[in-house]
């Protein structure tokens, strides 16, 4: 009679965890193709803030291309096509800013020149470092139209440390943290340019055999 009085809960103990594992499975399959869904849309709206549509007139998330980073991390890019050809491409750059990481997506058209430049996530002091968003303030828009060669290499800098952009009054770290993302990101364009001009579908072997690739 004991044994049977330890038994019963330890059974219903049994049946209500594997209620709740069930649940919670089901749970996730129900609602895991909603949360890619609207992940693929917010990409998609930031994407969109920093490629302008009359730029391609592909689905800009089809055929993303993979490339390695200095760190090891992969960089996802994903490229407008027009006419066959790449017209302009996006990814995530990112940098350590005063709270931590900020992650910013980086458009570029064809010839490495800046389209646009929105901020992804921050932990930057409101007031201050929050200045690098749009709807706080209009700095962003700077880099709009900029490369690596204009300005200067050396002037990819804040003009507290002798290089072109400015800084916000009491937060100098936050703007050179994002033109020293912007930096590396447009270095690596200019480390991967023929991979990333070859338009998606085609083989890089089969584009060097033409002599269409587009040169370094």
């Known amino acids: 009679m004991a044994n049977k009085r330890i038994l019963y809960p330890a059974i219903l103990l049994g049946g209500f965890s594997t209620l709740a594992t069930v649940l919670l499975v089901a749970g996730n399959l129900v609602t895991r193709d909603a949360i890619q869904e609207r992940q693929r849309e917010d990409l998609l709206v930031s994407l969109r803030q920093v490629v302008p549509a009359a730029l391609y007139s592909n689905d800009l998330l089809a055929d993303p291309l993979q490339l390695p980073s200095p760190d090891g991390v992969p960089v996802?890019?994903?490229?407008?096509?027009?006419?066959?050809?790449?017209?302009?491409?996006?990814?995530?750059?990112?940098?350590?800013g005063y709270a931590g990481e900020?992650?910013?997506?980086?458009?570029?058209?064809?010839?490495?020149?800046?389209?646009?430049?929105?901020?992804?996530?921050?932990?930057?002091?409101?007031?201050?470092?929050?200045?690098?968003?749009?709807?706080?303030?209009?700095?962003?828009?700077?880099?709009?139209?900029?490369?690596?060669?204009?300005?200067?290499?050396?002037?990819?800098?804040?003009?507290?440390?002798?290089?072109?952009?400015?800084?916000?009054?009491?937060?100098?770290?936050?703007?050179?943290a994002v033109v020293t993302a912007i930096e590396n990101g447009l270095l690596?364009?200019?480390?991967?340019?023929?991979?990333?001009?070859?338009?998606?579908?085609?083989r890089s072997v089969d584009v060097a055999r033409t002599g269409d690739a587009p040169h370094e």
């Open 102 to 176: 900020i992650r910013l997506i980086l458009g570029l058209d064809a010839t490495g020149k800046v389209l646009g430049v929105r901020v992804l996530s921050h932990s930057e002091t409101p007031g201050l470092g929050d200045g690098i968003e749009l709807a706080k303030s209009d700095w962003i828009l700077d880099f709009n139209g900029l490369s690596l060669g204009n300005p200067p290499r050396e002037q990819w800098r804040v003009k507290k440390d002798g290089g072109r952009f400015d800084a916000f009054s009491g937060a100098t770290i936050t703007p050179r």
């Open 188 to 202: 690596f364009f200019q480390q991967h340019q023929t991979r990333l001009l070859v338009s998606p579908g085609i």
């Open 76 to 96: 996802t890019v994903y490229r407008g096509i027009q006419d066959h050809r790449v017209s302009a491409l996006a990814y995530q750059v990112s940098s350590q």
